[in-house]
Structure formats: structure tokens, C-alpha cells
């Protein structure tokens, strides 16, 4: 069974300031990993994604994820952020072993303080 | 590259009328295509997948009779919600992938569809 966790539904940070969305996975399979940002009424944009190579994946806009496995995790960073980061962000697994299944984590909306 | 379209972008309609949404991916050729459904402030459940010219593949809950999918050719897929009722009123999204399912496949994403069953 798949599943994922995102385990803020909220995170707000001062502009400048580090981001860090924590994301976690299960999957009984070896999984791709993704994450999405989703603005106010607009579709998912493709920032990064993990798919067995490098284990750091550096993705759009200065944002890169590292897959830990031994942690089953996924957690997607900046080291500064801006005030056009403020949006909502998707941790997705995906796999194709035992039935291609995508999940979307419950997302974590990112607050950016002026 | 990889732009995919959505039209409309919002609509209006009435009880028991039919909606039809289509998605296109306008530069590239989409073997798998998915339709998501997104209600407010919570996140994107998948409705469906279809490959090109095959019928499409349902989640678990979704009514085949009421969300109808046609993926016509490598660049077009429609998702028609017959006889809509207020409970259907969401934010439908749709997927591209060139590849067929694979966990690798990355897939990009329409803007989105606002459907308002009055």
C-alpha cells in the first residue's frame, strides 16, 4: 500500500528566511516522488522529482528535496524565501508496481511574511 | 514545453444539464491523460486515467455513468458531467503524461476547471 503525509497543513516563514515542507512516504514499492506548487485557482506546477537517481533533486525556483530512504522521507527546502513562494505544495508518490497508483499528499499551504 | 489547456476555465450551469470540459496538451503528444477532481482547500483526488483511443480506467467510487471520459487522440481528452447536480460543483483538473503509466512519468497539469452546479 502507498500512502503520503505531509505533515504541515501550514507553514508560514518571513521573506529571506529558510522554507522547509516535510513530506513522508510509505510504499511497498520503489516509488517516484514529486512535489507540485499550486497557486490561487491555477493548476500544479512541477518543481522537482525523485526517480531512483541522485538522492538530492534540485528542482525550479531554488527549491530541491533530498529522498531519505532509511526515513521515508521527502521534505522539500529553500534557503530563502520570497514573497512569490506563498502558495500551496503537494508531496505525490507515484509507482507502477503492483498497479500504477498516484497519491497526493493533503498539501501544505506556505505563508510568506513581508 | 509541456503546456496543457483546460477550456472552460470556469462554468455555470444548471441542475440535471450536461458539462462537458476538455484538456489538450497543445505541445506535445499525451499517451495517458487523468482527471482529478479538487475540492476546496483539500487536495487532488484522481478520478480516472485513459490512454489514447482505450476506455478509461476509474478510481474506486467514481461513477463511470456519471463522469464520462473520451480521450480522442494524443492530444485531447474530454470529461463530461452528465446530469449535474450541486454536490459535482468542483475544481476539475486535468493531466498529461507522454508516457504511458509509468511511476517516472512526470505529468503536467491544466490550469483547471471551476464547475458551478446552481
Known amino acids: 500500500a502507498q500512502s503520503v503525509t505531509q505533515l504541515d497543513s501550514h507553514v508560514s516563514v518571513s521573506e529571506g528566511t529558510p522554507v522547509l515542507l516535510r513530506c513522508n512516504y510509505s510504499?511497498?514499492?520503489?516509488?517516484?516522488l514529486f512535489w507540485y506548487v499550486q497557486h490561487p485557482n491555477k493548476g500544479l506546477q512541477l518543481l522537482l522529482k525523485?526517480?531512483?537517481?541522485?538522492?538530492l533533486v534540485k528542482g525550479i525556483n531554488g527549491f530541491e528535496a533530498e529522498f531519505k530512504k532509511s526515513e521515508t522521507s521527502f521534505h522539500l527546502t529553500k534557503p530563502s524565501a520570497h514573497m512569490s513562494d506563498a502558495a500551496e505544495y503537494f508531496c505525490?508518490?507515484?509507482?507502477?508496481?503492483?498497479?500504477?497508483?498516484?497519491?497526493f499528499g493533503a498539501g501544505t499551504r506556505l505563508f510568506v511574511k513581508a | 514545453g509541456a503546456v496543457v489547456s483546460q477550456h472552460p476555465s470556469r462554468v455555470i450551469c444548471k441542475s440535471g444539464t450536461s458539462v462537458k470540459i476538455e484538456c489538450r496538451s497543445l505541445?506535445?503528444?499525451?499517451?495517458?491523460m487523468f482527471w482529478y477532481r479538487q475540492f476546496p482547500k483539500k487536495s487532488l483526488m484522481l478520478m480516472a486515467t485513459?490512454?489514447?483511443?482505450?476506455?478509461?480506467?476509474?478510481e474506486q467510487g467514481v461513477e463511470k455513468d456519471k463522469f464520462l471520459i473520451n480521450h480522442a487522440s494524443l492530444t485531447l481528452s474530454t470529461l463530461t458531467v452528465t446530469s449535474a447536480h450541486p454536490e459535482d460543483s468542483s475544481f476539475y483538473i486535468c493531466?498529461?503524461?507522454?508516457?504511458?503509466?509509468?511511476?517516472?512519468?512526470?505529468?503536467?497539469f491544466g490550469p483547471g476547471t471551476r464547475l458551478l452546479v446552481l
Open positions: 505525490v508518490v507515484s509507482s507502477d508496481t503492483g498497479g500504477f497508483k498516484t497519491i
Open positions: 510504499s511497498s514499492y520503489s516509488p517516484s
Open positions: 525523485y526517480t531512483s537517481a541522485a538522492t
Open positions: 505541445d506535445f503528444q499525451a499517451t495517458t
Open positions: 485513459s490512454n489514447e483511443g482505450s476506455k478509461a480506467t476509474y
Open positions: 493531466s498529461c503524461s507522454r508516457t504511458a503509466q509509468s511511476r517516472a512519468g512526470t505529468q503536467y
